[in-house]
Every structure is written in structure tokens, then in C-alpha cells.
């Protein structure tokens, strides 16, 4: 089990951009694909991204692709995702997680407690 930490969230105007960062103090994320997930009072999860090992963003959902993008920072034990261009619908609770791909689609494990983002219009 992986235990995960995130930060970076934050109130910010349509159109900004934030930083959402994941670690883990006892765990080496380079054996791990990391990626986010989010929650909002309508949907208890939505997929938002998974990074292998190799540092490649094997999954970015629809609705962030061209706007959002994950990367590792190895040296640090970092997991990030970069979101560019927010929308009042990317507000949510951030959750970074172990991901794999199950049936259909991708799942995710050991999240933190997430951290807050808010779009203002």
C-alpha cells in the first residue's frame, strides 16, 4: 500500500492554470503508475489521468486533453498535473491515486485526502 500526499489545489479564475502536486513520504513512486482522479457532489469519481513508470500519460480523459498534462519529477518523488485553460467544471476534489487499467477503463487505489480546486466564472 502506498500512502499519497497532494497539494496544490486552489481558488482560480476561468482560464488559469494550477499545479497539483502527489508524493509519498515511504514510497518510491517510480515502481507505481500515479495518476488523479476527481469528486464532486454529482460524481463520486471521474478519471482524470494515469502516468506509467516511464513518465508517459497513458490516460487523459476527454474532457482535459489539450489543457491538463501529468509529468514525474524522480528526483523529488513527485507526481504533478499541470491544468492549463480551467473551466467552473474542473471544480473538484483532487485525488492522487495508484492507477491501472481494469475493465473498460481506469482504476485507482491508496488515494490521499485530495486536495480542493475551485473555478470561479
Known amino acids: 500500500q502506498v500512502q499519497l500526499v497532494e497539494s496544490g489545489g486552489g481558488l482560480v479564475q476561468y482560464g488559469g492554470s494550477l499545479r497539483l502536486s502527489c508524493t509519498s513520504s515511504g514510497s518510491a513512486l517510480d515502481d507505481y503508475a500515479i495518476g488523479w482522479f476527481r469528486r464532486t457532489p454529482e460524481k463520486e469519481r471521474e478519471g482524470v489521468s494515469c502516468i506509467n513508470s516511464r513518465g508517459e500519460n497513458a490516460f487523459l480523459a476527454d474532457s482535459v486533453k489539450g489543457r491538463f498534462v501529468g509529468f514525474r519529477d524522480k528526483t523529488k518523488n513527485m507526481i504533478y498535473l499541470q491544468m492549463n485553460n480551467l473551466k467552473p467544471d474542473d471544480t473538484a476534489i483532487y485525488f492522487c491515486?495508484?492507477?491501472?487499467?481494469?475493465?473498460?477503463?481506469?482504476?485507482?487505489?491508496?488515494w490521499g485526502r485530495g486536495t480542493q480546486v475551485t473555478v470561479s466564472s
Open positions: 491515486a495508484t492507477c491501472w487499467y481494469g475493465i473498460g477503463e481506469y482504476e485507482y487505489e491508496d
